[in-house]
């Protein structure tokens, strides 16, 4: 353990783990009136008074709190990217709007470590500034608020005109001065979501049992503090194509939609596919309740169709939500017809 010098005026410059946690210990025995050594009572006398004790279990949070940070200091050197004070405020802002790659390339600049732009932009669509749509992930009126803008660009053909044909565009999002500084304000947030981001692993899901006997409307009546996500879909064998229409609701608020031609091989894909796209139109962190009449052998592992229910926890948690699964299987008819009606 390391020790003061008779003459100390301070604390050790460097504390090792083994010794700290050896500390915390004694102290805690001996805050708590036992011996450390012995495990038996300390004589009274030795801590008859409220201020030695009082010492004592300060020491004790002194110590607690330096293992804590040497906690995070290991935790930070093990890892391949991570930026210190000094680099943070080395970070340059451009004049004008800049794309996130402008962004991630400044950060990999100033710390000589690689960070990649789908780091920026991941985080960025978990707090809500972006969403994805139609293929790429675009500014939401939150984020257009914070200085993103999403435009058109429009590629220049061989001899040098610029396309006029739309099926040519495509979208990139801006970043304003504003937006910049937001970024790198929440830098060392953006780099901690993504060392612990979700896996689904660590994801959990609570099943609720649905009572047989009850109506899909009948059981959602019941359900009104939870944010829904429901889906029903169906699969042509001939073609190999199906369709879903999916809703959330929130309060009696329905967002019904509709997509056709899906290239899957079952319905319980599509329906999968269709609760998926509505669990990313989510913003804010909520109570989600997944309604599904498939039989639930997707949350299996080793079935085919898990990597979409786990694309869906996945989704789900970076949302920050809770999650609740009840399977009411054989109404699926029902789920469509209340999403159908919604559609009206």
């Known amino acids: 353990m390391a020790e003061l010098d008779n003459n100390t005026q301070g604390t050790p410059s460097v504390y090792d783990m083994p010794s ?27 801590l008859s008074s409220q201020n030695i004790r009082s010492v004592l279990h300060y020491a004790a949070t002194v110590l607690a709190d330096n293992i804590r940070v040497q906690e995070i200091r290991s ?3 093990s890892r391949p990217f991570f930026l210190t004070e ?6 340059h802002i451009k ?4 794309i996130v790659s402008d962004i991630a ?19 960025l669509q978990s707090q809500g500034y972006l969403e994805p749509r139609d293929g790429i992930r675009a500014a939401t009126d939150e984020g257009e608020k914070l200085g ?54 660590q994801v959990d899901f609570d099943v609720m049992t649905y009572p047989i006997r009850s109506t899909v409307r009948d059981f959602l009546s019941r ?17 190999q194509m199906g369709s879903y229409t999916a809703g959330l609701c929130f309060r009696n608020n329905w967002k019904v939609f509709e997509k056709e031609d899906l290239q899957e091989t079952s319905a319980t894909r599509c329906i999968l596919q269709g609760v998926l796209d509505a669990a990313k139109l989510l913003k804010k962190p909520t109570d989600v309740l997944l309604l599904l009449s498939p039989d639930p052998s997707y949350t299996d592992p080793k079935n085919a169709d898990y990597p979409l229910w786990k694309e869906i926890l996945e989704t789900l948690a970076q949302a920050r ?12 008819d029902e789920i469509a017809r209340l999403l159908k009606v919604q559609l009206l």
């Open 20 to 46: 700290l946690l050896q500390a915390k210990g004694y102290l805690d025995a001996l805050a708590d009136g036992m011996d450390p050594i012995t495990g038996q009572p300390v004589d009274p006398e030795t």
């Open 86 to 91: 000094a680099q943070l405020a080395q970070l």
């Open 223 to 239: 359900q009104g503090k939870y944010c829904l996500i429901t889906a029903s879909g169906v699969w042509s064998p001939d073609t």
């Open 148 to 201: 993103i803008v999403t435009e058109l660009r429009m590629p220049r053909l061989p001899n040098g005109q610029i396309s006029q044909d739309l099926k040519d565009g495509y979208f990139v999002n801006r970043y304003s001065r504003e937006a910049q500084r937001f970024i790198m304000d929440h830098m060392e947030e953006i780099v901690e979501f993504h060392y612990n981001g979700v896996s689904v692993a």
């Open 95 to 98: 004049d004008r709007p800049c």
């Open 321 to 332: 939500c809770t999650i609740r699964l009840a399977v009411c299987q054989s109404r699926g």
């Open 75 to 77: 935790k930070k050197a």
């Open 105 to 123: 390339n400044e950060v990999t600049r100033i710390s000589g470590k690689k960070l990649q732009s789908t780091w920026i932009t991941t985080w």
